[in-house]
């Protein structure tokens, strides 16, 4: 049975629905607002990509117009550094309200061109560059096709080589944003070397925790099939490719045991690893190293900490696809603590599973 089509409307019909209810209806703003979202609601329209506020009197969003401000701000050859980095702060605010705003000023007024461009053209003003790579990271959150090729390549030339801690934070966010649900992304990412670049900038960061943990997430962005507008996807060649070319499981698995006192990191850390068993060899390799004996520690020792209990028992699952690791499993302390924490957080839907 074919799934039942969506009824999409545009902004400036729904914009023009509002505008009516005030001056036809004499209704009050915020009571034309909600008069037109019951309204389009009933009729069973999706007004998830719609911004749900009263626009101004011409008809403009107070997204959108901070977006025509940048564009003219970027043309501007006497703007200063401080109308910059004002600007940028004032759409990141915009931005981080949700998808549709986001959605909106992209569509309408080619937000992810202005964004981007502002970066290119401040990354020698550290300050600057901060807040406009800060802003660019909020605009493709769930919108990964806004970063082209030569953005992802322009991130990727700045990674490996970076010299401030809160840009490689960014750096490693965007690329993580960008290759989320976007194969074409990922295939860029990989294209050129940005495997070894990510690690890299993990490995000088690895003292700077939030660092670490967006490497982590960015490599994991590699390793999905989560693109539905494409067939077949590559993560299983990418996944090889991180354990065979770039040793990605011991330069991983360094981070968790230099962090075993950290049950964020170590939860993150466990849930990349957890990624990379993609084959049988990669899971007794894991053994090999001490991966067991970690994940039994981190049980032993953070065993109230919900969160990471479910990602040590979802590494001891993924290292089980290998039948030696399963004896070797069985033999050890792993069983009882699993059985322990199953019944210490049996009311915790994060561990049942």
Not at 230 to 248: L, P, Q, R, S
Not at 305 to 325: F, M, S, T
């Amino acid at each position: 049975m074919a799934a039942p089509q969506v009824k999409v409307i545009t902004q400036e019909t729904f914009d023009s629905v509002v505008r009516e209810n005030i001056d036809d209806f004499e209704m009050e703003p915020d009571e034309a607002l909600k008069d037109t979202i019951d309204q389009f609601e009933k009729q069973k329209v999706s007004l998830s990509m719609i911004i749900k506020s009263v626009a101004n009197e011409d008809g403009d969003h107070h997204v959108l117009c901070l977006t025509k401000q940048l564009s003219k701000l970027m043309d501007n050859k006497e703007a200063t550094n401080d109308d910059v980095r004002k600007l940028m702060e004032e759409l990141r605010v915009e931005f981080d309200k949700g998808i549709s705003y986001r959605y909106q000023a992209s569509k309408t007024a080619q937000a992810g061109e202005f964004v981007f461009k502002a970066c290119v053209q401040n990354k020698e003003d550290a300050d600057t560059f901060t807040v406009c790579l800060k802003t660019f990271a909020s605009l493709i959150t769930g919108q990964p096709d806004l970063v082209s090729p030569d953005g992802i390549k322009f991130i990727l030339s700045l990674v490996e080589d970076c010299k401030h801690l809160d840009h490689a934070f960014l750096y490693l966010r965007i690329l993580k944003l960008a290759c989320t649900a976007c194969e074409n992304n990922r295939a860029v990412v990989v294209e050129n070397k940005g495997i070894e670049s990510i690690l890299k900038c993990s490995e000088k960061y690895k003292d700077h925790c939030n660092v670490v943990k967006e490497a982590c997430g960015a490599l994991r962005s590699l390793t999905l099939d989560d693109d539905v507008r494409v067939a077949f996807g590559k993560a299983h060649d990418y996944t090889k490719e991180i354990v065979n070319t770039h040793h990605g499981l011991e330069r991983i698995f360094v981070f968790i045991k230099d962090h075993e006192g950290n049950p964020k990191l170590a939860s993150e850390v466990c849930l990349t690893l957890g990624k990379m068993m993609v084959r049988s060899e990669f899971c007794q390799q894991m053994v090999d190293m001490g991966g067991l004996e970690v994940i039994i520690r981190l049980l032993q020792t953070h065993m109230e900490r919900p969160v990471l209990v479910r990602q040590c028992l979802g590494l001891i699952k993924a290292i089980g696809g290998n039948d030696e690791v399963k004896r070797v499993t069985c033999r050890s302390k792993a069983l009882d603590l699993m059985i322990t924490a199953l019944g210490e957080h049996i009311d915790s839907p994060s561990v049942g599973f």
